[in-house]
C-alpha cells in the first residue's frame, strides 16, 4: 500500500551498540516515512531480541502480531 512501509533489516555494529547509534537511526526512519506520506510502518523482530524490542518501544512502536515458528 502506498501509506505503508516495512523496515526489513536495521543493524548497528556491536561496538556501537548502547551508544545512540540505533536510536538515531531509527528516529532517521522514521523521520523519512513521514516526509514521505507514510501513515504505518512495519518492522519484524524476534522475540528473544529485547534490546531491539525495547529501543522500538522507546520510539513508539507497538506490537500488532506475533508469527508462529
Known amino acids: 500500500a502506498a501509506d ?8 548497528v555494529r556491536a561496538d556501537r551498540q548502547r551508544h545512540g547509534v540505533g536510536r538515531k537511526l531509527v528516529e ?3 523521520r523519512a516515512a513521514r516526509k514521505s506520506d507514510v501513515r504505518r510502518l512495519f518492522l519484524e523482530v ?15 512502536f507497538s506490537q500488532v502480531a506475533v508469527r508462529k515458528g
Open 46 to 60: 524476534g522475540v528473544a531480541n529485547t534490546s531491539a524490542l525495547g529501543l522500538y518501544r522507546a520510539a513508539g
Open 4 to 11: 505503508e512501509a516495512e523496515v526489513l533489516t536495521l543493524g
Open 28 to 30: 532517521a526512519l522514521v
